[in-house]
Nanobody
Framework: QVQLVESGGGSVQTGGSLRLSCEAS????????MAWYRQAQGKEREEVAA???????FYADAVKGRFTISKDNAKGFLFLQMDALKPEDTAMYYC???????????????????WGQGTQVAVSS
């Protein structure tokens, strides 16, 4: 089973920034589609962004232009830089890994094999 450990969540005001990190391993980030998801209280888990084995990047429409996904293959980390945060970005954010390629999009949550424990992000107005 893949181990994924998120960090970097917190509380910020509207317009602020946060950088989430997910510690995986070099093996995982170079062989899995790596992605971020979020789940607000009372809502279903939703796609945020994904980065493919070859570095291809995909975003959900709600975060395009504000969030940036990246990874460090050598160190085995996944990142999510979140700028221009809005109250509607408030959620638990999860790191995820799906074996193989992303197939040109952010995988649906039901397709994901492995999840981290999540890190909370709260944006106040």
């Amino acid at each position: 089973q893949v181990q994924l450990v998120e960090s970097g969540g917190g509380s910020v005001q509207t317009g602020g920034s946060l950088r989430l990190s997910c510690e995986a391993s070099r093996y995982v980030v170079t062989r899995y589609c790596m992605a971020w998801y979020r789940q607000a209280q009372g809502k279903e888990r939703e796609e945020v962004a994904a980065i493919d084995i070859d570095g291809g990047i995909f975003y959900a429409d709600a975060v395009k232009g504000r969030f940036t996904i990246s990874k460090d293959n050598a160190k085995g980390f996944l990142f999510l830089q979140m700028d221009a945060l809005k109250p509607e970005d408030t959620a638990m954010y999860y790191c995820a890994a799906d074996w193989g390629t992303c197939y040109g999009r952010v995988p649906r949550p039901a397709e994901i094999d492995d999840w981290g424990q999540g890190t909370q992000v709260a944006v106040s107005s």
